[in-house]
């Protein structure tokens, strides 16, 4: 029972191997991404999670300092919807994210997921969509959904090698919120 005031949630945080661990991952992924793995892979997503939603919002000592604008959420939200909204033809995280698109797609392939035809099918989707398709989606994950599946980022993966980074290979969309913000 919760009595008091809790400042930092301590206290209903779930514990792993003696850790606290976050109550909450964010994650950001765009609309095409998010259809796709719908439509294609039976609603399993990949997502690069961070705990805190905006890490400049702590200032420049706290834990989250070290977290990069390629791996806070909010940056990562931010610039891609200004990018999206201003239509930017030239945009490298619009055209990173037809590649990573386009890679899963071969990964799914290769693993019997999907057949040629639906990878062809894939690639003629990502050739086709608008850059509105390319808007952001918030995903909104309670850690309790996710707790067997989680794993934190390798040095060599993070953006920053402080920064605290969280990877999902596999999260089913029961699993999360997806939030488009307006």
Known sequence: ????????????RPVVGGKAMPLVLYSVNTYLAYMINERFYE??????????FDARANGQWGRYASIPPTSNPYEIYHN???E?????????????NREGILLG????????VIDQNQRTEIEEIVKSVEIS???PILYVIPYSNVVADVREATVEER??????????ESLDSQH???????
């Open 176 to 182: 999360f919120d997806p939030i488009e913000v307006i």
């Open 84 to 96: 999206v909204r201003r239509g930017d033809r030239h945009s490298a995280k619009i055209e990173a």
């Open 1 to 12: 029972m919760l009595t008091g005031r809790v400042s930092d949630f301590s206290e209903i």
């Open 80 to 82: 891609l919807y200004e």
């Open 159 to 168: 953006a920053h090698p402080l920064s605290l980074e969280f990877i999902i």
């Open 43 to 52: 609603g399993k997503h990949h997502a690069w999670c961070s705990e805190i």
């Open 133 to 135: 398709d390319f808007r």
């Open 105 to 112: 797609a071969d990964i799914k392939r290769r693993y019997g």
